[in-house]
Structures are given as C-alpha cells and as structure tokens.
C-alpha cells in the first residue's frame, strides 16, 4: 500500500521557521519527482516546489529564497525548509510524487503562521 505522510505543520509566528517532512512507502520512489503543493481557505492547490529524479529543483516565485526542498532518497523522504514564514503562506500543505504512470498525494498537514 503506498502512503505519504507529512509532518511537521504547526502554528508558527510571522518570521518564524518549519521544516516538514514526507515519508513515502509501499514502493521506490527515486524515479519520482516529489513536491511540496499548498491549498490555504478558499483557494487552489498551488505548487509550492518540487526536486526531480535527478535532484534538479523548481520553486514558486512566492517561496524562492525562504523554501527549501530536499530529500533523502534512501529514507523515501522529502523535505520542505521554510524560513521567513507570513501569514499568506498559512496553508495545509500536500507532499506529492509523480511519475508518468502514476501520482500520489499525502493527507496534508497544516501550517498556520499568525501572532
């Protein structure tokens, strides 16, 4: 059975650090390209940032140079490092993993930063 579990969300104030975590199971995923996708109140789910098969990464505009992406191919895990948190990026935040024959998402965990 392949699961995504995230972890780490919280309440965090304006300024302040996350850093959330995935853990896939149920199957290799080093040929997946896995992401962090965001869904906050009354919007979309949006990208966040993704790092490929390869290692290469890509980041929304609104997160570059605050978000990290990593992951650990060994442990199936990836991970989001966000820095200088604001309110607008209070979301519930999905792990991802893509492949061409198949994708998988995780329940999400929430990130609210608020005073």
């Known amino acids: 059975q392949v699961q995504l579990v995230e972890s780490g969300g919280g309440l965090v104030q304006p300024g302040g650090s996350l850093r959330l975590s995935c853990v896939a199971s149920?199957?290799?995923?080093?040929?997946?390209?896995m992401g962090w996708y965001r869904q906050a109140p009354g919007k979309q789910r949006e990208l966040v940032a993704t790092?490929?098969?390869?290692?290469?990464?890509n980041y929304a505009d609104s997160v570059k140079g605050r978000f990290t992406i990593s992951r650990d191919v060994a442990k199936n895990t990836v991970y989001l490092q966000a820095n200088n948190l604001n309110p607008e990026d209070t979301a519930v935040y999905y792990c991802?993993?893509?492949?061409?024959?198949?994708?998988?998402w995780g329940k999400g965990t929430l990130v609210t930063v608020s005073e």
């Open positions: 991802n993993a893509k492949h061409p024959l198949s994708t998988y």
């Open positions: 790092v490929g098969s390869g290692g290469i990464t």
């Open positions: 149920g199957r290799d995923f080093s040929l997946y390209a």
